[in-house]
């Protein structure tokens, strides 16, 4: 899937993979590199999870690219049934721990951290949930964006919003070193 969408011979040392997780069961994946950004509902097995991030590490491997992937820190509502509950954490830790496996580094950030990067959301959770498709949608305009998707790609972009932070922070500490 991913492999299929990338140019091999075109390589920038810039281009890196930067996956954004909504691990919820209605939520997705999506990958973002300089080049292209790829993005789908949650699968519907440990495998097929599996699998997705394996395609992604494969390929990093194989033409250098870095990993860099945020998961949504999410918890228990108030109100949500415990099956539902139970599901969502299992869900959450599957991903966690294939990532794990796949040695792509990660880190977990809360919804409200990373929705602060893309300015004031509706309080309302419709309104707010059609607004970040909104805002995935005028980023990716040549890609049908969907409910399940929008939340995933835009923590994919916080995802490389916060590694080009920590990178070029890196290079003005070394600059001031020098």
């Not at 292209?36 to 097995?45: E, H, N």
């Not at 916060?162 to 070193?177: G, H, P, R």
Request: one cysteine or more; charged letters at 20%; a neutral charge.
């Amino acid at each position: 899937m991913v492999r299929d969408m990338l140019d091999l011979d075109m390589i920038d040392i810039n281009d890196n993979f930067y996956i954004g997780i909504d691990p919820g069961v209605s939520g997705g994946i999506s990958c973002i590199t300089g080049t292209d950004m790829v993005a789908t509902k949650c699968p519907g097995t440990i495998a097929d999870m599996s699998d997705r991030l394996d395609i992604i590490a494969c390929v990093a491997r194989d033409t250098g690219y870095k990993c860099y992937a945020i998961i949504e820190s999410v918890h228990s509502m108030p109100g949500q049934g415990v099956k539902s509950c139970f599901t969502f954490g299992q869900n959450y830790g599957e991903w966690l721990g294939l990532l794990t496996a796949h040695k792509i580094p990660y880190k977990q950030v809360t919804p409200q951290k990373w929705m602060k990067l893309f300015g004031a959301m509706p309080k309302d959770k419709k309104a707010r949930k059609n607004h970040i498709k909104h805002l995935a949608q005028q980023r990716y305009p040549e890609h049908r964006i969907t409910l399940a998707t929008s939340d995933a790609i835009l923590i994919a972009e916080y995802c490389r919003h916060d590694a080009l932070s920590v990178i070029n922070n890196a290079e003005l500490m070394y600059k001031n070193i020098v």
